[in-house]
């Protein structure tokens, strides 16, 4: 029966040690924890900055001239295709 006790006594001992061990490490990841957060935040706050300086230079930059011509362009492209692939007379490429 003693022996008992002294097994039941050395498993308390062990499990209060675990228990520091623990509690130590938690404390050590709460602190990385709260360090990793604040540099994402920071990196985050770089990012949004970082975005709106290149939307800023993007804007500043002029418009190309042939932007309105292309668009045009593609509307007539895409006729052509939509016709040749129906089968239309007149929209192949045969008849051009």
């Known amino acids: 029966m003693i022996s008992e006790f002294q097994d039941l006594s ?19 990841l709460r602190q990385a924890n709260t360090l990793l957060s604040a540099e994402n935040l920071a990196f985050k706050e770089r990012l949004v900055e970082a975005q709106r300086r290149v939307e800023a230079l993007l804007d500043g930059l002029p418009k190309p001239p042939a932007e309105e011509g292309e668009e045009g362009g593609q509307d007539e492209a895409a006729g052509d295709s939509a016709g040749a692939a129906s089968g ?3 929209n192949s490429e045969a008849a051009r």
């Open 10 to 28: 050395d498993k308390i001992d062990r499990l209060a040690q675990l228990t520091q061990s623990l509690r130590a490490e938690n404390y050590l």
């Open 88 to 90: 239309a007379p007149g």
